[in-house]
């Protein structure tokens, strides 16, 4: 049976664009679950015995959600000892400055969840986007006014707050 659709003719695109790399805004949302091929405390594996906490962001103003795994475990037969202490440091660290960020309690992942800090994003060789948290974390940051998605709207609201603020103090009636 012939199928209903013509391959050759090109199909329209969904329009909906690609992110430049830069830094952007991302929410917590949640630690990485069975559907994520991560454990019930969200831990994925690879190869050499690789273990890493993975966590869900959303990308701010968009409906992009990334990840970010930071190591825990490492081959513990690899005879460059030094490699496997390089990668626990690095997932630690990284972490670290993630929480933070966030201003979110080291030990307990739950209390990232909804926290929005920023970080640098970038493309893997696939062209999608991706947290590049730095060597040691150094991308991760408080939430930016300079992100690439920063909502317009809350930035402009956030000005005009402080405006009336400032123009609601009248010297002459305060009374010291």
Known sequence: ???????????????GGKLEAGRYNVTALRVAGLDDRADEN???????????????????????TLD??????????????EKRTYLLDYGKSSYRALASAADADLADTDDLMGKTVSVLCNHDDAGYLKIDAGRKGENWDRK????????????????????????SIDDDNIPF
Do not use: C, H
């Open 1 to 15: 049976m012939k199928t209903p659709f013509d391959f050759d003719t090109p199909e329209a695109s969904s329009g």
């Open 42 to 64: 969200g831990i994925v594996e690879g190869k050499n015995g690789w273990k890493a906490l993975k966590l869900i962001f959303a990308v701010d103003n968009t409906n992009i």
């Open 68 to 81: 970010a795994t930071f190591t825990t475990d490492y081959d513990r037969t690899i005879e460059d000892g």
């Open 144 to 167: 930016s006014r300079d992100a690439k998605n920063i909502d317009s709207d809350e930035d402009e609201e956030r000005e005009a707050i402080q405006s009336e603020d400032s123009e």
